[in-house]
């Protein structure tokens, strides 16, 4: 039996315990700031949980779309559009790369592949879709690939149809 000649205590002092929870304070928050991140794709979370990729497909679907409904062209910012799909892996406008520190007023803001959010004054001003179906439905029944009859159904005829010239964002 070990005998080191000094007392033990049945209890800590006072100040061992404001210096541990001192520590624990600061720590905690830097522990969870520094391991936030936003969710990997629905794909690889479902292969490493063992499911299918048809259901990590499905998940997949159901997300973007509840992500889409929450932002509002005008009203949400980029930092809705961080809090919801993470931080974007790209910034560009007229084919120029962008870094995220000099972003002028008019950017995109490429999400993911197939979708990126213009940006005009710090407000989402439109959301853009690629040519891949990332599963997004709009009213139910529209999505990348949809017929031309199946979106006027669902719209209605255009006001106008403009025939060649430069696209304008």
Do not use: C
């Not at 497909?57 to 929450?70: L, S, Y």
């Not at 009203?75 to 406008?93: C, E, M, N």
């Not at 439905?137 to 690939?145: A, L, T, W, Y």
């Amino acid at each position: 039996m070990l005998r080191t000649g000094n007392p033990l205590y049945g209890h800590p002092s006072l100040t061992a315990m404001i210096v541990v929870l001192t520590l624990a304070l600061i720590a905690l928050p830097t522990t969870l700031a520094v391991t936030n991140r936003p969710a990997d794709d629905a794909e690889t979370q479902a292969g490493a949980a063992g499911q299918s990729t048809t259901s990590a497909r499905e998940n997949k679907d159901g997300d973007i779309n509840a992500k889409i409904a929450q932002l509002k062209p005008g009203v949400s910012t980029i930092r809705d559009v961080v809090r919801l799909f993470g931080k974007p892996i790209a910034y560009s406008w007229e084919r120029k790369t962008l870094t995220e520190e000099d972003l002028p007023h008019l950017y995109v803001a490429t999400l993911m592949e197939g979708l990126s959010v213009v940006i005009l004054n710090k407000r989402v001003s439109k959301i853009r879709f690629g040519p891949e179906d990332l599963g997004y439905v709009f009213r139910d029944r529209i999505r990348i690939g949809s017929s031309l009859e199946d979106v006027l159904a669902v719209l209605g005829r255009p006001d106008e149809t403009v025939v060649g010239g430069q696209v304008q964002w």
